[in-house]
């Protein structure tokens, strides 16, 4: 009974729907099936499809091999591996670091054991897949690179890159189905794989088979490939098993025999026979090197390094560069638009992603680069040229495996290096002669096209014109004959002397249009023999260039990005040096030029550049701040006591009587200055109950400050420096020293000067341009009495007052109120012990200098 029931409730809907066949929704179209399968119906689907594969399989059981199989496991070296791989469980998972901008990298692992004959596979699973959480502290976010999670199984050549697919010595399946030979790359050649799925990636070297020189991938014991042939390129060498992957936990499989079998007998490679296999073996002692380049800025140290390691592939770079070789290897785009000019020591990392913008992967890579013990080269041009910096680094690879290297590319190059140098440049000069010859040679048919079209237009007017002129003489013809017809209807008779005009000029007419047709004709004969002249052979192929003799000796081919930015390279050059064993070195070898000569190489580098360069990291020191504040008082105080002076009464009625005698007409009475020698005066503020400077006008106090500063400037640049080879200020750099240490500027113009070199001359016996530096005369120390300055003053006042009582007018000088008023210019000092100037400098000072003239 409940049977029948249940077939009446089936049997109900269908009559139903067979009643009204009108509300029967149309028939979904096949297409549209096939999208909306769901999920589980696909995978089945796609099951379905690799077990009709497994069903049609040409691979046959490998025969019983009694040949000795290969000796030790099979296991993944740190020489092989990126310095982001971690091998745990004794080689049997291979994990990843997340942190730091290591979770945009890929990560590349490669077996010790190389398959060279013979049929073999081995086996791989996802047992985790990772999110590492993505910072957004730098607010606009670049493109994650894509998939997240990503997985690539292949072989490869020893010594080939880590990163499969860029390399041509590679092949390998990713996850997301596609094939890799070599560079190239063939979409969809699989299916896809995820977590929790046994992979087995067959590698059939053997000539019998039907497959040979190929690559499958199997899922789960089940083809999901067909076999996919080898690169040229692999065909005859050893090939290692290799393993790539992201943000995803990965167990290897390197067992005697198979997790999950296969439609066919097939061997590991852990239990390849020996003749099939070779072995990767470290160093026999255990050492490797670490070496790090030393070479001047933008003579060839990096091209070096590219020789070098072309010639040893077994060394690791540790250097910007080769992170941004990983991040585009691994899938990462820089953002879009200008960004800062970088350098190839410090090139720009624009990816607006935070662990890589922030350098958080460098600071990774440094840590971690020392526990995996491999061959390094660490490229930093700054750090190791800098003695302080080679030791930190020799800090970090202390470890008894480490031989530490230094190889010096100072000096002339050798012959090979300059050959390829005078190669690249002989390939860019090339190249633009090619893109010059390219350029004329579309100029030429350009105007060649111009020429025909002109000619093709000047033919239609042409045409034209005789068109037009043939429908003219017909109507003129015609016009002719009518007259005349009418003419003889008249009856009308001509005479003879009036016949004859009539015909001389009819004759003249003629000959003036037969004169025209044979110019017009002799001009198109002259255009057809034009045409006809032979047109000059084009080149098919562009001319060939030479160096000059100029250009062969040239030493280092032009760059387009310089080694390190000027600004590091004037922050850091003084402090270039030469390495030696004494700073822990293992080993200093010399590439170039010999110890000797590379030392003096690099000096008169250092020296060329010191005579050009500005030391940007100056600061004023606290000997200059105290000095100078010493200074700032004594001047205050002079000033005071010189205004107590003029305002005694003894002062002021000698002044009264000045003033009289001057109104009268009477001569000044010349000044007495005693004779005393100046410089022999113990107490400037006290000459016979008179102060030194008591004649001091506003020039004269603005030239006394300028005397000090000058002086100042120059004795602190050589204490605060305090470098044998810069014991001067160049005349370029004046105004950037001067502006560092008194923070204002100086304009010559304001002392009635046009320029520096006039406005030092005005105070010689403190200053003086010597061969393009500032120099003093004076013999003062630094911490000597400072009331020299207002004896030199007072000296050259009263050499000026002399001159101009004799009548030279010329003595007399212009200077301005406001430069006494810059030179009083309040600034913060450490110890805070500067008087504030007078309120009428203070006003002045708040106008703007100029820019010192130059000389």
């Given at each position: 009974?409940?049977?029948?029931?249940?077939?009446?409730?089936?049997?109900?809907?269908?009559?139903?729907?067979?009643?009204?066949?009108?509300?029967?929704?149309?028939?979904?179209?096949?297409e549209?099936?096939?999208?909306?399968?769901?999920?589980?119906?696909?995978?089945?689907?796609?099951?379905?499809?690799?077990?009709?594969?497994s069903?049609?399989?040409?691979?046959?059981?490998?025969?019983?091999?009694?040949?000795?199989?290969?000796?030790?496991?099979?296991?993944?070296?740190?020489?092989?591996?990126?310095?982001?791989?971690?091998?745990?469980?004794?080689?049997?998972?291979?994990?990843a670091?997340?942190?730091?901008?290591?979770?945009?990298?890929?990560?590349?692992?490669?077996?010790n054991?190389?398959?060279?004959?013979?049929?073999y596979?081995?086996?791989?699973?996802?047992?985790?897949?990772?999110n590492?959480?993505?910072?957004?502290?730098?607010?606009?976010?670049?493109?994650?690179?894509?998939?997240?999670?990503?997985?690539?199984?292949?072989?490869?050549?020893?010594?080939?890159?880590?990163?499969?697919?860029?390399?041509?010595?590679?092949?390998?399946?990713?996850?997301?189905?596609s094939?890799?030979?070599?560079?190239?790359?063939?979409?969809?050649?699989?299916?896809?794989?995820?977590r929790?799925?046994?992979?087995?990636?067959?590698?059939?070297?053997?000539p019998?088979?039907?497959?040979?020189?190929?690559?499958?991938?199997?899922?789960?014991?089940?083809?999901?490939?067909?076999?996919?042939?080898?690169p040229?390129?692999?065909?005859?060498?050893?090939?290692?098993?290799?393993?790539?992957?992201?943000?995803?936990?990965?167990?290897?499989?390197?067992?005697?025999?198979?997790?999950?079998?296969?439609?066919?007998?097939?061997r590991?490679?852990?239990?390849?026979?020996?003749?099939d296999?070779?072995?990767?073996?470290?160093?026999?002692?255990?050492?490797?090197?670490?070496?790090?380049?030393?070479?001047?800025?933008?003579?060839?140290?990096?091209?070096?390094?590219?020789?070098?390691?072309?010639?040893?592939?077994?060394?690791?770079?540790?250097?910007?560069?080769?992170?941004?070789?990983?991040?585009?290897?691994?899938?990462?785009?820089?953002?879009?638009?200008?960004?800062?000019?970088?350098?190839?020591d410090?090139?720009?990392?624009?990816?607006?992603?935070?662990?890589?913008?922030?350098?958080?992967?460098?600071?990774?890579v440094?840590?971690?680069?020392?526990?995996?013990?491999?061959?390094?080269?660490?490229?930093?041009?700054?750090?190791?040229?800098?003695?302080?910096?080679?030791?930190?680094?020799?800090?970090?690879?202390?470890a008894?495996?480490?031989?530490?290297?230094?190889?010096?590319?100072?000096?002339?190059?050798?012959?090979?290096?300059?050959?390829?140098?005078?190669?690249?440049?002989?390939?860019?000069?090339?190249?633009?002669?090619?893109?010059?010859?390219?350029?004329?040679?579309?100029?030429?048919?350009?105007?060649?096209?111009?020429?025909?079209?002109?000619?093709?237009?000047?033919?239609?007017?042409?045409?034209a014109?005789?068109?037009?002129?043939?429908?003219?003489?017909?109507?003129?013809?015609a016009?002719?004959?009518?007259?005349?017809?009418?003419?003889?209807?008249?009856?009308?008779?001509?005479?003879e002397?009036?016949?004859?005009?009539?015909?001389?000029?009819?004759?003249?007419?003629?000959?003036?249009?037969?004169?025209?047709?044979?110019?017009?004709?002799?001009?198109?004969?002259?255009?057809?023999?034009?045409?006809?002249?032979?047109?000059?052979?084009?080149?098919?192929?562009?001319?060939?260039?030479?160096?000059?003799?100029?250009?062969?000796?040239?030493?280092?081919?032009?760059?387009?990005?310089?080694?390190?930015?000027e600004?590091?390279?004037?922050?850091?050059?003084?402090?270039?040096?030469?390495?030696?064993?004494?700073?822990?070195?293992?080993?200093?070898?010399?590439?170039?030029?010999?110890?000797?000569?590379?030392k003096?190489?690099?000096?008169?580098?250092?020296?060329?550049?010191?005579?050009?360069?500005?030391?940007?990291?100056?600061?004023?020191?606290?000997?200059?701040?105290?000095?100078?504040a010493?200074?700032r008082?004594?001047?205050?105080?002079?000033?005071?006591?010189?205004?107590?002076?003029?305002?005694?009464?003894?002062?002021?009625?000698?002044?009264?009587?000045?003033?009289e005698?001057?109104?009268?007409?009477?001569?000044?009475?010349?000044?007495?200055?005693?004779?005393?020698?100046i410089?022999s005066?113990?107490?400037?503020?006290?000459v016979?109950?008179e102060?030194?400077?008591?004649?001091?006008?506003?020039a004269?106090?603005?030239?006394?400050?300028?005397?000090?500063?000058?002086?100042?400037?120059?004795?602190?640049?050589?204490?605060?420096?305090?470098?044998?080879?810069?014991t001067?200020?160049?005349?370029?750099?004046?105004?950037?020293?001067?502006?560092?240490?008194?923070?204002?500027?100086?304009?010559?113009?304001?002392?009635?000067?046009?320029?520096?070199?006039?406005?030092v001359?005005?105070?010689?016996?403190?200053?003086?341009?010597?061969?393009?530096?500032?120099?003093?005369?004076?013999a003062?120390?630094?911490?000597?009495?400072?009331?020299?300055?207002?004896?030199?003053?007072?000296?050259?006042?009263?050499?000026?007052?002399?001159?101009?009582?004799?009548?030279?007018?010329?003595?007399?000088?212009?200077?301005?109120?406001?430069?006494?008023?810059?030179?009083?210019?309040?600034?913060?000092?450490?110890?805070?012990?500067?008087?504030?100037?007078?309120a009428?400098?203070?006003?002045?000072?708040?106008?703007?200098?100029?820019?010192?003239?130059?000389?």
């Amino acid at each position: 009974p409940e049977a029948k029931a249940k077939a009446k409730a089936k049997a109900e809907p269908e009559k139903r729907t067979a009643a009204t066949p009108e509300k029967r929704p149309a028939p979904v179209a096949k297409e549209e099936v096939k999208k909306e399968e769901p999920p589980a119906k696909k995978l089945k689907k796609e099951d379905s499809e690799a077990a009709a594969t497994s069903s049609k399989e040409r691979e046959k059981d490998a025969p019983e091999d009694k040949r000795p199989l290969v000796k030790g496991p099979v296991v993944f070296h740190a020489t092989d591996c990126t310095l982001n791989v971690v091998p745990t469980t004794d080689h049997k998972v291979l994990m990843a670091l997340t942190e730091g901008g290591m979770q945009y990298l890929v990560a590349g692992a490669r077996a010790n054991v190389g398959v060279k004959a013979g049929r073999y596979l081995f086996e791989v699973r996802i047992v985790e897949a990772l999110n590492p959480a993505e910072s957004s502290a730098s607010g606009a976010q670049g493109r994650v690179p894509a998939p997240r999670q990503l997985l690539r199984v292949g072989f490869s050549t020893a010594g080939s890159s880590l990163i499969l697919g860029e390399s041509e010595e590679q092949a390998c399946f990713d996850s997301e189905g596609s094939f890799f030979a070599g560079k190239s790359k063939t979409p969809s050649a699989a299916q896809r794989f995820t977590r929790d799925q046994i992979l087995a990636v067959v590698l059939n070297r053997d000539p019998s088979s039907p497959s040979a020189d190929t690559l499958s991938l199997f899922r789960d014991g089940e083809r999901i490939s067909e076999p996919q042939a080898l690169p040229e390129k692999l065909r005859g060498k050893a090939l290692f098993p290799h393993i790539c992957f992201r943000n995803v936990s990965v167990q290897v499989l390197m067992d005697p025999a198979p997790t999950k079998a296969l439609p066919f007998r097939c061997r590991t490679v852990a239990a390849a026979a020996e003749p099939d296999a070779v072995v990767a073996r470290g160093p026999k002692d255990g050492k490797y090197e670490v070496v790090l380049p030393v070479g001047v800025p933008d003579e060839g140290v990096f091209p070096w390094l590219d020789g070098f390691l072309s010639t040893h592939p077994n060394y690791v770079e540790l250097s910007d560069r080769s992170l941004l070789q990983w991040a585009a290897s691994s899938g990462l785009t820089k953002k879009a638009g200008p960004g800062k000019e970088g350098s190839n020591d410090r090139p720009e990392f624009n990816f607006g992603l935070p662990g890589m913008d922030n350098m958080s992967v460098r600071r990774v890579v440094q840590s971690v680069a020392p526990l995996m013990p491999r061959n390094y080269v660490v490229m930093e041009v700054r750090s190791n040229l800098l003695e302080a910096e080679r030791k930190n680094v020799l800090k970090r690879f202390s470890a008894p495996c480490y031989k530490k290297v230094a190889r010096v590319v100072m000096g002339e190059p050798s012959k090979e290096f300059k050959a390829q140098q005078h190669e690249k440049l002989l390939k860019v000069k090339q190249s633009k002669a090619d893109a010059a010859w390219k350029a004329k040679k579309m100029q030429k048919q350009r105007e060649k096209q111009m020429a025909e079209a002109k000619k093709r237009a000047d033919e239609i007017k042409r045409k034209a014109a005789e068109a037009m002129k043939k429908k003219k003489e017909a109507f003129e013809e015609a016009k002719k004959k009518k007259e005349a017809e009418e003419a003889a209807k008249k009856g009308e008779d001509t005479k003879e002397g009036e016949e004859k005009p009539e015909e001389e000029k009819k004759e003249e007419e003629e000959k003036k249009d037969d004169k025209m047709e044979v110019d017009e004709g002799a001009k198109e004969e002259e255009e057809e023999k034009k045409d006809a002249e032979p047109e000059e052979e084009e080149e098919t192929e562009p001319p060939k260039v030479e160096l000059t003799e100029e250009e062969e000796k040239q030493w280092f081919a032009p760059k387009t990005t310089v080694d390190m930015k000027e600004d590091a390279i004037s922050r850091s050059f003084a402090g270039f040096s030469v390495p030696s064993k004494g700073e822990g070195f293992d080993d200093v070898v010399f590439e170039w030029d010999k110890e000797a000569k590379a030392k003096d190489y690099l000096r008169e580098k250092v020296l060329e550049r010191k005579k050009t360069s500005k030391v940007e990291t100056l600061q004023p020191s606290q000997w200059f701040h105290e000095r100078h504040a010493t200074w700032r008082k004594l001047f205050a105080e002079w000033q005071k006591k010189q205004q107590e002076f003029k305002a005694s009464p003894a002062e002021k009625a000698k002044a009264a009587k000045r003033q009289e005698a001057k109104a009268k007409g009477e001569e000044e009475e010349a000044e007495q200055t005693g004779g005393e020698d100046i410089f022999s005066i113990e107490d400037i503020n006290d000459v016979q109950g008179e102060p030194l400077y008591k004649a001091f006008e506003m020039a004269d106090w603005a030239l006394l400050q300028l005397r000090f500063e000058l002086w100042m400037l120059q004795t602190a640049f050589k204490k605060d420096v305090n470098d044998p080879d810069r014991t001067a200020i160049p005349f370029p750099h004046f105004s950037f020293y001067y502006q560092k240490y008194f923070k204002k500027t100086l304009n010559p113009k304001l002392f009635g000067a046009t320029d520096l070199n006039e406005l030092v001359k005005m105070v010689k016996d403190t200053a003086e341009w010597k061969e393009d530096h500032l120099a003093t005369p004076l013999a003062l120390e630094p911490d000597d009495d400072l009331s020299y300055f207002v004896k030199y003053a007072e000296e050259a006042r009263r050499e000026r007052q002399r001159r101009i009582d004799a009548g030279d007018e010329t003595a007399r000088l212009k200077v301005q109120a406001t430069a006494l008023g810059g030179a009083l210019k309040p600034m913060a000092t450490p110890t805070g012990g500067a008087p504030r100037p007078a309120a009428a400098p203070q006003r002045a000072a708040a106008k703007p200098a100029a820019t010192p003239t130059a000389a």
